[in-house]
């Protein structure tokens, strides 16, 4: 039987890298794949900061998963393996209908995702993951906290600042401010010491912990 395997990891661990990797062993192996994403860098494309990058589907909240790669194969096109980057923000329906590509249609699915949000809080999709999938791992590629810990937990930041509320998915540009994203420890996630926040202290506090 196919499986439905999720890999995890905090931002910055090299999941897209490994995705394309995953491709690129299994086009290499002669099977033929469908690649996923939803809100990555540029869309339609799976990209990873080490420069590669290849075209996928973009799941949209109406997609059905199972419907669409059971259309691909009714219509004589070979589908040996699924790669879904981002399955983070997948619905839960679309992890379920990942675990009946993989029952039904004997496709082996690796997903791709960050396990928790800006407030420590699992992504639902990434929960249903975790209770669905076959084989759950964390990748190894660890990112770290500005203070050289292993980097645990994504933080959301407006000009430096740690954010411990807002919607879980930012659409379009809600400034003020300027949004973006930091991996920390977990104590340097609970103090809310962002990189911003420990270039700006004056005594010795930076020190690895
Ligand atoms: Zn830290």
């Not at 905090?10 to 890298?17: A, I, R, V």
């Not at 981002?86 to 619905?91: C, K, L």
């Not at 791709?112 to 759950?136: H, I, Q, V, W």
Request: glycine residues 10%.
């Amino acid at each position: 039987m196919a499986e439905l395997h999720f890999l995890y990891g905090t931002m910055n661990c090299g999941k897209s890298t490994l995705a394309l990797q995953i491709h690129h062993n299994a086009v290499a192996a002669g099977k033929h794949c469908l690649l996923f994403t939803r809100h990555d860098r540029g869309g339609g494309t799976i990209a990873s900061r080490i420069g590669l990058a290849q075209p996928a589907i973009v799941v949209t909240d109406a997609l059905d998963l199972r419907e669409h790669v059971g259309a691909v194969v009714a219509a004589g096109a070979a589908v040996d393996v699924l790669i879904c980057d981002e399955a983070q923000f997948y619905s839960p329906r679309q992890i379920d209908q990942l675990g009946c590509v993989a029952d039904d249609l004997d496709i082996e699915v690796h997903a791709f995702g960050l396990l928790t949000d800006f407030t420590t809080s699992l992504f639902p999709g990434s929960k249903r993951l975790l209770e669905l999938a076959d084989r759950r791992q964390e990748l190894q590629v660890e990112a770290r906290c500005w203070c050289g810990e292993r980097g645990v937990l994504n933080a959301r930041t407006v000009d430096g600042a740690i954010q411990r509320e807002g919607a879980q998915v930012l659409v379009g540009d809600v400034g003020p401010g300027e949004v973006a994203y930091e991996v920390l420890c977990r104590a340097h996630h609970r103090e809310g010491t962002t990189r911003h926040v420990a270039d700006r202290r004056p005594d010795r506090s930076r020190a690895p912990r």
